[in-house]
Structure formats: C-alpha cells, structure tokens
C-alpha cells in the first residue's frame, strides 16, 4: 500500500468521525421534535442536511474549482459519507439527470431504494430465526 493511498484513507477515516459524530449529534437533537411523533425526523434531517451539502460542494468543486483532490475526498468522502450515504446516492443520481441520462437516474432510484430496503429486510430476517 503506497503512502499516498495511506493518507488518503485517513482523510476519509478522519473526515468520517466528524460525520458520523455530527450525524449523531443533529439526528438526535431533530428526533427529540415532538413535530411528528413516532417519524424517522432525525434521519430526515440529516439526509437533507446531507443532500444540500454534497450539492454545495459538487457546485463549487465543478464550478469554481476550488477544491483541492485531498479536500474533496475529506469532505464528500469522509464527511458526508459518515454524516449519511443518501446524499452520495442523491448527488450521482442528479449528476445522472443533468447528463440526460433519465433511465440510468430511475434505475438508479428504483435500485438504491428497493434492493437496500429488501437487504435490510433480508438481513433483518436472518438473524430474527
């Protein structure tokens, strides 16, 4: 393993505490809401929080090229990959449709959603006999 990957698993591993932490911190603030009782609100709010910020981040790193590789990979990979993996699945999804790849967009949906909603309850099961 070279030095160069090394470093860039600790920038994910490191970016990957702060999200995870956060992911944590806001989703048990959001889901202490009486808002909407007995409703996921705080996973909710961190996959939107989540979405909002990889799109932040993909506009500036397109647009404005401000982000240097090590940044983004701290950042989208780690960070917001620890804070929630949707907004991965959200922003190459839309990256999908702005490359009017519509079929490969809702394959994509239908897929993510579906076979990780039906492995999770597969998982569920196997455990639950």
Known sequence: MSSAYLGQILLV??????????RFVISSWAQRSEFVAGFPL???????IGCLLIGVLGGIAEHRQLLEP???LFL????LGGFTTF???????????????????????FA????GCLAALLGYLAVAR
Not at 42 to 48: D, F, M, S
Not at 87 to 109: C, H, K, P, W, Y
Request: aromatic fraction near 6%; glycine fraction near 16%; hydrophobic fraction near 55%.
């Open 42 to 48: 705080g996973t909710l709010v961190v996959n939107v």
């Open 87 to 109: 907004s991965a699945f959200a922003f190459e999804t839309v990256s999908l449709l702005q490359a009017a790849d519509v079929g490969r967009a809702i394959l994509n949906v």
């Open 70 to 72: 090590g940044q983004r």
């Open 76 to 79: 989208a990979v780690g960070v």
């Open 13 to 22: 591993g490191a970016g990957g505490f702060i999200g995870s932490s956060l």
């Open 112 to 115: 993510q959603i579906t076979l």
